[in-house]
């Protein structure tokens, strides 16, 4: 059985990361979606929250779990017994810092490879930050985050 761990902030997750999601669970046999923490960042939303949105966005994928783990990523799937980390690539601009994650991740632990996936062009220009700042003007987020959270995460942000 191939086991395959989605690392990230998802803060929150956005119809990129669906899309990796959805791809990413019909190579593999099981796929983890791990939220993690990014030291250089301060999340928007709890952890719990990030898991919760992550849990409702993907009830009809079968061979998923969604986690969280506040250690190494290769710690995490050390633990996990995974075979592949999956990493989503938006641009030739994100490939120079994935790269190094990628590269410390071997060393790290030697027995998990780490796999590249494109984003589709639909979500190339998306993250979880324009996301976020959209929803702080009140912007339009359809086509930026999947309906089913789009609600909780205006209410989230502007109360925040
Ligand atoms: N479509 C749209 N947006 C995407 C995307 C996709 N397919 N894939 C990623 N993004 C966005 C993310 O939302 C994120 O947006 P943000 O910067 O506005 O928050 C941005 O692209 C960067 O994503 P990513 O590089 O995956 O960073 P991340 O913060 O989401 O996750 C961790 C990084 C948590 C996986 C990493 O910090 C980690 O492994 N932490 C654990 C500790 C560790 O092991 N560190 C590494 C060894 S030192």
Redesign the pocket.
């Known amino acids: 059985m191939k086991i395959a761990v989605y690392?990230?902030?998802?803060?929150p997750c956005?119809n990129?990361?669906l899309?990796?999601i959805t791809r990413a669970a019909r190579v593999f046999d099981k796929l983890i979606v791990a939220v993690?923490?990014?030291?250089h960042?301060t999340p928007a939303f709890t952890i719990e929250e990030r898991m919760e949105f992550l849990r409702r966005v993907t009830r009809n994928i079968s061979n998923i779990e969604i986690d969280s783990f506040t250690?190494?990523?290769?710690d995490y799937t050390m633990q996990k017994n995974a075979d592949v980390i999956i990493?989503?690539l938006?641009a030739v601009s994100?490939f120079e810092?994935?790269f190094q994650?990628a590269l410390?991740?071997t060393k790290l632990n030697p027995s998990v490879e780490t796999l590249f996936m494109t984003?589709s062009t639909a979500?190339m220009y998306?993250?979880?930050?324009?996301v976020r700042e959209v929803a702080t003007y009140n912007g339009d987020l359809s086509g930026m985050v999947p309906d089913e959270i789009r609600d909780d995460i205006y209410k989230k942000i502007r109360r925040g």
Request: avoid cysteine; proline fraction near 3%; glycine fraction near 12%.
């Open positions: 690392p990230g902030s998802f803060d956005t990129g990361h899309d990796i993690l923490v990014n030291s960042k250690g190494l990523l290769a990493k989503g938006r994100d810092y994935e994650m410390t991740n984003t979500n998306l993250s979880s930050s324009v």
